[in-house]
């Protein structure tokens, strides 16, 4: 098995550009996470998802960000307008059923100029 | 407000000994615990966890301790080596949250030869 994959690995951006991020769980996995990673903060989860439905946004920062899992096979954390602050490694993270052990992918680290 | 709580950015040990990283934590629905390891430009990876049932879960050099009168968790590794070196994450999850888990900001481990 690949595990979780993400891409793109890194991303440079400008301030105001729209940036995309792509997550492929691993396959059989019924739950995926959406992750920031900051020196303050350490890990913050943003989404998560359950067959797809998404489950608990409370952690997405604001209106600029937006996540979708169209299938059981793909998702996507979107953010425009981007903004400095933004610049951040973000991870995917899948799990099967029930289950309390997380499954990361490698992360995209993101900087916007 | 920071659950899950690392107070100890950093720990430097010398190989052979033991290391010992420390988490907190503040809600008490919390029942389940793990710690993970993390290399750099990778995404973290699962080492070991505890249910709130037990106070100890051992796995080869890993020990896990639960104190939930004192709401205090710690990783022991022994003997450590330079392998070991990177930063560990303590999560904590609560069967009314489903599958979310609540991290901690994370402690850099320096495992000098």
């Known amino acids: 098995d690949a595990g979780v994959i993400q891409s793109p690995r890194h991303e440079v951006t400008e301030m105001g550009q729209e940036v995309t991020l792509r997550c492929k769980p691993i396959?059989?996995?019924?739950?995926l996470f959406w992750y920031r990673q900051t020196m303050m903060r350490g890990l913050e989860l943003l989404i998560y998802?359950?067959?797809?439905?998404?489950?608990?946004d409370s952690g997405m920062p604001e209106d600029r960000f937006s996540a979708k899992m169209p299938n059981a096979s793909f998702s996507t954390l979107k953010i425009q307008p981007s903004e400095p602050r933004d610049s951040a490694v973000y991870f995917c993270?899948?799990?099967?059923?029930?289950?309390?052990?997380?499954?990361f992918g490698p992360g995209t680290r993101l900087t916007v100029l | 407000d920071q659950q899950v709580k690392q107070n100890s950015p950093s720990l430097s040990v010398q190989e052979g000994r033991i290391s010992i990283l420390n988490c907190d934590y503040t809600?008490?629905?919390?029942?389940?615990f793990l710690w993970y390891k993390k290399y750099p430009a990778e995404g973290p990876t699962f080492l070991i966890s505890?249910?709130?049932?037990?106070d100890k879960n051992e796995d080869g050099r890993f020990t896990v301790f639960l104190n939930k009168s004192a709401k205090h968790l710690s990783l022991h590794i022994v003997p450590s080596q330079p392998g070991d070196s990177a930063v560990y994450f303590c999560?904590?999850?609560?069967?009314?949250?489903?599958?979310?888990?609540?991290f901690g900001t994370g402690t850099r481990l320096a495992v000098r030869p």
């Open positions: 993270a899948s799990s099967p059923a029930r289950a309390n052990e997380q499954f």
């Open positions: 396959s059989g996995h019924n739950s």
């Open positions: 998802f359950n067959n797809n439905v998404p489950i608990d």
């Open positions: 809600n008490s629905m919390f029942d389940y």
């Open positions: 505890i249910s709130s049932i037990k």
């Open positions: 999560a904590a999850s609560a069967e009314s949250s489903g599958d979310k888990l609540t």
